[in-house]
């Protein structure tokens, strides 16, 4: 089992810059490939994206390319979503999500976080 937790959501203006935080307990925590996801009010949630168990591969959604930077400090245990030049259409409850390395491709993560809302104002 693997606890995830995150942090670090809130209010912004369009433009800002926010740092979600997601801290994992349990079992071995490098040895999981990690995500994050948003939900939209009234929409499905979807992949922001991931890193790879290393650290060594980040890959994104589209609309996020070049505005947010995922890392990870294993030695920490915890993965990082740095999100800059916020926009109101980033407005979502955050969550991040782990599992094993074949998550690249299937997306199939298996232990989930509560989720943290951010919400961008214009």
């Known amino acids: 089992q693997v606890q995830l937790v995150e942090s670090g959501g809130g209010l912004v203006q369009a433009g800002d810059s926010l740092r979600l935080s997601c801290a994992a307990s349990g079992r071995a925590f490098s040895g999981y490939a990690m995500g994050w996801f948003r939900q939209a009010p009234g929409k499905e949630r979807v992949f922001v994206g991931g890193?790879?168990?290393?650290?060594?591969?980040?890959y994104y959604e589209d609309s996020v390319k070049g505005r947010f930077t995922i890392s990870r400090d294993n030695a920490k245990n915890t993965v990082y979503l740095q999100m800059n030049s916020l926009k109101p259409e980033d407005t979502a409850v955050y969550y991040c999500?782990?599992?094993?390395?074949?998550?690249?491709?299937?997306?199939?993560?298996?232990?989930w976080g509560q989720g943290t809302q951010v919400t961008v104002s214009t």
């Open positions: 890193i790879s168990w290393s650290g060594g591969s980040t």
């Open positions: 999500a782990a599992g094993p390395p074949s998550v690249v491709v299937d997306r199939r993560y298996v232990y």
